[in-house]
């Protein structure tokens, strides 16, 4: 009886402190989303009638969305690997004494503290027309290159993506390594074992649950770029960085509610998915090595 009345007065508290929070996630993201679900399958925006999935038939038959689609694929399939493999292997970096440990912890921090909006001005002076990587390439007689307006305007934000979250990644695999026991390695030392069988056998195995949400993080952030997309190459960006952010833009700005709300839900189950498997993947991976 006592216990019971400790565990509803403990809840009771932890419901009393958590309300602020969940009243606001409700009212700002919770019911906005249930009203998106609902108007995707609406044929109008107000009084609408039940309209099925044709919305969702119209919106896998745009082009411009097949278009944003597979951009949002690739460049999350080609940056997503780049900013684990670099984050990791700066993280090992950092785990061990070298020479220059304490510039990189203070250079791997500036993007987490430095708006964005400011950095961008520096990334155009970069990348521009007359900037200074093609005045460098000039020098050599190497033509320029018109970086925002061609294919080298994904690279170019591909670049941007990874500076701007290779900070965060590095701090999460600095406090996974820190945790694997020393043990370990010197048991590994012991046996004869080298430095790449130590890495995969030891450092990866014991990192995964920490890389799993590095790269669901990863993920998510990849989805948010166009931010930096927006700032750089402006509302009319290069046909390689049209993505589901600039299409969902695009139905806003023209009031289609339906597709938008389509392409929003789409993207969000897609990414629930995904979530749920890597979670899923992760819970295997505790029982087998707990058990």
């Known amino acids: 009886m006592r216990f019971r009345q400790w565990l509803s007065k403990d809840t009771a508290t932890a419901l009393y402190f958590l309300a602020p929070s969940l009243i606001g996630f409700s009212i700002f993201y919770l019911i906005p989303f249930g009203m998106g679900v609902m108007y995707s399958f609406q044929d109008t925006n107000t009084d609408g009638s039940f309209a099925g999935f044709a919305n969702y038939q119209q919106l896998f038959a745009s082009a411009s969305f097949n278009k944003a689609v597979n951009n949002t694929l690739l460049f999350t399939g080609i940056s997503v690997p780049l900013v684990l493999i670099i984050s990791l ?23 987490l503290v430095v708006p964005v909006a400011s950095i961008i001005l520096v990334w155009q002076v970069l990348f521009d027309w007359n900037g200074t990587i093609n005045a460098i390439l000039n020098s050599f007689g190497i033509d320029r290159i018109d970086w925002m307006k061609s294919e080298w305007a994904r690279g170019v934000i ?11 990644n590095i701090i999460l695999f600095l406090a996974g390594l820190q945790n694997i026991p020393n043990d370990y390695y010197e048991t590994a030392d012991v046996e004869g074992a080298g430095p790449i069988r130590k890495f995969t056998n030891i450092t990866l195995v014991y990192l995964l649950p920490t890389t799993i949400f590095v790269f669901l993080m990863s993920i998510v952030n990849s989805f948010k770029v166009f931010r930096e997309t927006y700032l750089i190459a402006g509302n009319y960006p290069h046909d390689s960085l049209y993505m589901l952010q600039h299409y969902m833009n695009n139905m806003f700005l023209s009031l289609d509610i339906q597709k938008l709300t389509a392409a929003a839900v789409v993207t969000a189950g897609s990414i629930l998915l995904l979530v749920s498997v890597l979670f899923a993947m992760e819970r295997r991976f505790r029982n087998f090595m707990d058990g």
């Open 89 to 111: 292997a700066i993280a090992i970096l950092l785990n061990h004494n070298v020479y220059i440990r304490n510039w990189l912890r203070t250079a791997y921090v500036m993007p």
């Open 158 to 168: 591909i670049v941007v993506y990874i500076w701007k979250n290779i900070g965060y």
